[in-house]
């Protein structure tokens, strides 16, 4: 991906022209740069200057997403880029959407890595009860993220929804234990898995992996890019296994998550704007388990890179911290 | 009245939701408060920490509006909330409204407290006439305010409108002598009794207090709460004596100031916008007695309770100043 | 004119009043100023202090224009005032339009003397080709500025426009050579002759001055008056001469010429939210001749008035740089 500014005047290549199938005008004094970002055609000038050159991203095209490597490009490498699932993928279904919020991606990250106000900021979209904070998630570190994991036993997460429109309890049942599995990676990436099963087929512990076949599941992306630092543009999609649904179901499925995502982005753009104005301590409790370890995983990446996180950086207390779960 | 910042996570607790008729409950991720601010409950958790609370501001209901004390809650005193005329005083007949400005409190204050403008500004509205700047007021010191009283000579203060639409004479008749009496009570507060009397009743020395009976009376609450530094939230209402008006008169008085409060708004965030860019140092004149005065009495309040005020401060000659009036 | 703030408490000398046919009552607390800027009436006051008194700045009419000296006025010239053609010329017929950018002036300026983009940015709108970009222009300085001119050969530098609306070459012709002559004048006006010639008048080093008598002739003002450092109010008239074109055929050219503009606007404001997140250094080439030239008299003539110029200045390289045209 090039840079959008011209290394002339800084006109937005954004606004250029393709040409000869690669390349690529300025369209305001006429520069033109082959895919490297080398100026080859200034009119009007036979010499080219070797600093007339504007900067490429190494980036790669994965699951319908282009993931651009902002930093050394030497050191990009693919392999970082986290298993999205692909709009094309055959053994699921997925639709995709996006929104903007006026809010940093990390209290985005908060949101994603801790389900705890399903039943509180979803109740309207997803027909979620609050069983989903009365019960802890299970979260371990991975190698660049966490693992949250959560058992609701049978018919507690759901209801059906009182105005006649359509929650995800009418698209994934409500009679039977539910798993969700979010694999979260550094930064601002999380996959999340959803699956149905039988009463019986729920782990005694209510915390191992299922071993049986699920009756239902569902998937979803979640995919936060940092405009600035007041602003994110979060890109995702949904849908349900190819064996459980149909396109009609996974437009159904989105539009309930564009809802839930809103009641998300109203709350939380709210308490950017409370944070903003200076936020004093914040209480922990043990249901901040996910984001705790997020934000935990993020800073020591950061590090690990030799940059400086914020003084400010909310829920900075290490896991382990006494209000913090066993 | 509470925070509306959750101790926990900073979400608003205004999107909260009531239980037990008296306890709120974060709808983000659900922690339980008290109305004393206290958390009582935290869902997946047992023992709730000492710091898990919220500030509680004392409030007091009065004349239909809450008086929130912002400062140390041990110093809350009510009776320093000002006598305002409540929605429900038999004596009146009052409609409340309110409006925003993008401008700082004091500028409103100072348009309240020196009604010169009324013939310049509201000619329109209030059918006001020039007359109310040829003659100065008489200004006196109370408690924690100021007294702001002027009479106007019968049939000189107002006017009847051209263009058919009503304006105060409409309602308070054009051929008596108007005496106005506003007390100012720091640091946004102004009430204001407007009556009308016969001419023979207004005294020789066109300054003393009326102790005739008047014709008719009005009056009308002015409430700033200051929003932030630019921005400030104005209450008001207004209406006729009962014994002079009803309902629908009260009514038609609140639809004349709305387009009279509009009229000041303009001026006051033109003002405002102009101030904002840097001000050099302003001229004072006899008239601006009562702002001057006003802000004496903010500053000496801010100081009595060890505050700074701002440098930048307009009207900051104190009293006693050549060119005010002796 | 007049600054836009009463000396009194800031009000907006603009919603004022005009009395006596010559002075102006500030309509918030009723000072009136002669056309000296001097107060002359305080109500309720006899004494009026000889600082009550608002800033004049010296101002002529010129060709539809209210021209004013915002500096020392001791030092206001007349004669600065850069040979507009005014509505009223009868040589030409110009009609006028205006409109706002959100961007420095100088970008505006950059535009303005380097029709290098004529082809790229107002193909569309002016049916402009890209023949604009090869042929560099002559630019040589003036007393306060500088002159750009640019022989393109005949049928080279239009085209019809493909959508049946018309383009320039609806009005001056599409088999002619056409000359431009751009007179800028520090620091923000531009006076721009472009004439048609028959094809053997154009001279044969395409470049001297043309001797014939052109086929036809059009004349645009570009008058640019910073708002602030990211506003500029953009004044301009357009039209044919008397000889060849009437009324309609100017509105006609002004809308052509509203579409190109704000083909321009729509660059420039990229250009500048782009330069504001903090800008490289820049790649100069041949054709930036005009715009280079043009800075270098700004910042002489800042330098003669004892001016600091922005560290940040872009194009501050001065002529004779290596990649500047021999």
């Known amino acids: 991906m090039m840079e959008d500014r011209c ?64 930093g ?27 929104l903007d919020y006026e809010a940093n991606y990390e209290l985005i990250n908060d949101n994603l890595t801790d389900l705890t106000h399903l039943g509180y900021v979803h109740n309207n979209s997803f027909g979620a009860t609050e069983e989903w904070a009365r019960i802890l998630p299970t979260v371990r570190r991975t190698e660049r993220g966490i693992r949250v994991t959560r058992w609701i036993p049978a018919g507690r997460g759901l209801s059906m929804k009182e105005d006649g429109e359509k929650g995800l309890a009418d698209y994934v049942g409500l009679d039977w234990a539910q798993w969700n599995n979010s694999d979260y990676y550094a930064a ?14 729920m782990p005694a512990d209510g915390k191992s992996q299922p071993t049986a076949q699920p009756v239902n599941a569902s998937f979803s992306n979640h995919i936060l890019t940092p405009i600035d630092e007041r602003h994110t543009r979060y890109f995702f999609s949904f849908g349900p296994r190819a064996v459980d649904g149909d396109e009609q179901m996974a437009l159904g499925l989105v539009e309930v998550a564009k809802m839930a995502f809103n009641e998300d982005r109203v709350m939380i753009e709210a308490q950017q704007k409370i944070i903003d104005k200076g936020a004093p301590n914040e209480v922990i409790i043990k249901a901040d388990v996910g984001p705790v370890q997020m934000r935990s995983v993020i800073r020591k990446l950061i590090k690990a890179e030799g940059g400086e996180t914020r003084a400010a950086d909310a829920f900075t207390t290490e896991p382990g911290a006494e209000t913090m779960p066993a």
Chains 1, 2, 3 share one sequence.
């Open 188 to 201: 601002g990436v999380l996959l999340l898995t959803s699956a149905m099963y039988r009463p019986e087929d």
């Open 72 to 98: 050394d490009a030497a050191a990009a490498d693919p392999d970082l880029i986290p298993p999205v699932v692909g709009l094309d993928d055959p053994d699921w279904v997925l639709k995709p959407g996006q």
């Open 7 to 70: 290394c002339h005047r800084f006109a937005p290549l954004s606004k250029g022209r393709i040409e000869d199938g690669c390349n690529l005008r300025c369209m305001y004094h006429g520069m033109k740069f082959d895919q490297d970002g080398a100026c080859i055609e200034i009119p009007c000038q036979d010499t080219i200057p070797e600093s007339a050159r504007v900067r490429v991203y190494p980036s790669v095209e994965r699951g319908g997403w282009l993931w651009v490597w902002m």
